[in-house]
Each structure stands twice: as C-alpha cells, then as structure tokens.
C-alpha cells in the first residue's frame, strides 16, 4: 500500500471518532482545547492499538488465504465503508441534552473502543496485503488523534450539521480504498 493509499486510509478510519468527537464536543459548554486534546489522545492511542491486534489475528489465518488477499481487503473495506455510511444516514437520538464541562476517562475510552473496532478489522485485512503495520497503524492513530481534536473544538457549532456526514463520508473513503486495492491487483 503506498503513503497516499495509507493517508487516505489513516483519515478514513479517523472519521468515526472524529464524528463522535463532534458530538462528544457537541455536548459540552465551551470546551477547551486541553479536554478536546484528552479526547484525542486517548481515541487516537486506541485507534493506533486496534489494527494491529486485527493485524496480528489476521497474520494467524493468512497462510491459509494468502491467495484471496485483495479480495479479503476489498470486502471488509466496502463493508465496512458501507456500514458507516448506512450509520451516517440513521437518525439517532441525541445521547443527553444539559451540556457538561468534562467527559469522563471511562465514557471516552468506551467511545473510543466503539469507534475503533472498524480499525480492527482493516487490521485483519491489511494482514493480507502485508503492509508495514507499525507505520500504519500509527498513521491511523495520529489521524485520528489529529481529527478527534479537531472534532471537539469545532462540536458545540456544526454537531448537529457535519455529525453524519463525517462518518459518511469516512465510509465513502473506505470504500473508494478497497476498490483502488482491487483495481491494483488486477491492473497490475
């Protein structure tokens, strides 16, 4: 996978935390950029965590489907992609209306977790592609640390506008990479 192919796939995973880092920044009164950095770090350290522990269990079963790796990739990114989008057009109720000044450690890595096990399965899928993990892995960590605080601070003013599209258009992204990693394979 080359560094652009990786770019966009960093920031592509980083959109569903960025868009719960917008609601997350929707519901408290004027965050600071001290408590939207907090928030990116601790979703960008999950998200840099979960590929490769996807990674390392896809590593287990790739002697046995080496041969079908582009087609592995390509199916969990456009699932993957389209679940997000699918999540992007749901109404969903707001989680709680009164503002607060501070999330708590637990509800942020919990969030964190949720939004993070997508990267999990790109992990197991990218087992196939053999790619440097480490610097992808890090890559996706550092976007989402970079778009999680940038999703807090601007929260409380486009929330409830961008919220959804962000996340779609994270799923349009993943789903445009699974289609370059096949059109890869048979171009070339």
């Known amino acids: ?112 977790i949720a939004t993070s096990l997508d990267a999990m399965a790109v992990g197991v899928g990218l087992a196939f592609l053999q790619v440097n993990i480490i610097a992808t892995a890090l890559a996706i960590g550092c976007a989402t640390l970079i778009m999680s605080t940038i999703g807090m601070m601007v929260g409380r003013f486009i929330g409830p506008l961008l919220g959804k599209r962000a996340e779609i258009l994270g799923g349009i992204v993943l789903i445009g990479i699974g289609g370059q990693i096949l059109w890869s394979h048979f171009a070339g």
Do not use: C
């Open 1 to 112: 996978m080359n560094i652009s192919a990786t770019i966009l796939l960093a920031f592509g995973m980083s959109m569903d935390a960025f868009a719960a880092s917008i609601g997350k920044g929707a519901t408290l009164h004027k965050p600071k950029f001290s408590e939207a950095l907090r928030t990116g770090l601790i979703f960008g350290a999950i998200e840099t965590l979960t590929p490769l522990i996807g990674w390392s269990l896809g590593m287990l079963a790739s002697q046995f489907i080496l041969e079908w790796n582009h087609w592995i990739a390509f199916t969990l990114l456009v699932f993957l992609g389209g679940r997000m989008v699918i999540e992007g057009f749901r109404n969903t109720p707001d989680e709680d209306d009164a503002p607060q000044y501070r999330h708590g450690f637990w509800i942020l890595v919990t969030t964190a």
